[in-house]
T-cell receptor, first 115, second 113 residues
Framework: GAGVSQSPRYKVAKRGQDVALRCDPISGHVSLFWYQQALGQGPEFLTYFQNEAQLDKSGLPSDRFFAERPEGSVSTLKIQRTQQEDSAVYLC?????????????FGPGTRLLVL | GNSVTQMEGPVTLSEEAFLTINCTYTATGYPSLFWYVQYPGEGLQLLLKATKADDKGSNKGFEATYRKETTSFHLEKGSVQVSDSAVYFCALTNGGSNYKLTFGKGTLLTVNP
């Protein structure tokens, strides 16, 4: 079946622009996660949804970052007034279950470059 | 807090060589441990996992054993192939936030024919 998809795959933004990154999880997956991966680093947790509820947003680096999943399926990560330090790969992952340690399935990521 | 430390890369091996990528962790309690792999141009894929001490995770010829006494989860493969060339990430989840993966920095493996 189809895996997690993300769009766009690449995004170049001028400093100060707003961007929106989309994630389509695997159908039926309850849990959805966003991670940020800086160059040469491992992914870092941003936020977690269980269905449409955002249960953890502790990893969002500033109030310029906002995520939503209004119908419990597709999710959008929005970054307002982008800064150069926002340049990274943004990974989305989904998981079938909602409890305990769970297998997370990752999308290919969106590579954001802020000039 | 939780953290994962992996051996620095890059690691370059010849085909059929033995592979070890070291991973140690810091966490309270009993974390679950994972290895993820990222092939060129692709997303992260779960390679193997172990959820309690002394468990061995295995997949595609790779193995890792959860050693609580040494807080380690080293990845091993007896005979690597060119197709194993990728970046390998050790990760853990723990405690009340057991959905949140904490990753190491990754180790780039290149296998030459």
């Amino acid at each position: 079946g189809a895996g997690v998809s993300q769009s766009p795959r690449y995004k170049v933004a001028k400093r100060g622009q707003d961007v929106a990154l989309r994630c389509d999880p695997i159908s039926g997956h309850v849990s959805l996660f966003w991670y940020q991966q800086a160059l040469g680093q491992g992914p870092e947790f941003l936020t977690y949804f269980q269905n449409e509820a955002q249960l953890d947003k502790s990893g969002l680096p500033s109030d310029r970052f906002f995520a939503e999943r209004p119908e419990g399926s597709v999710s959008t990560l929005k970054i307002q007034r982008t800064q150069q330090e926002d340049s990274a790969v943004y990974l989305c992952a989904s998981s079938l279950s909602s409890g305990g340690p769970r297998d997370q399935y990752f999308g290919p990521g969106t590579r954001l470059l802020v000039l | 807090g939780n953290s994962v430390t992996q051996m620095e890369g890059p690691v370059t091996l010849s085909e059929e060589a033995f592979l070890t990528i070291n991973c140690t962790y810091t966490a309270t309690g009993y974390p679950s441990l994972f290895w993820y792999v990222q092939y060129p141009g692709e997303g992260l894929q779960l390679l193997l996992k172990a959820t309690k001490a002394d468990d061995k995770g295995s997949n595609k010829g790779f193995e890792a054993t959860y050693r609580k006494e040494t807080t380690s989860f080293h990845l091993e493969k007896g005979s690597v192939q060119v197709s194993d060339s990728a970046v390998y990430f050790c990760a853990l989840t723990n405690g009340g936030s057991n959905y949140k993966l904490t990753f190491g920095k990754g180790t780039l493996l290149t296998v030459n024919p």
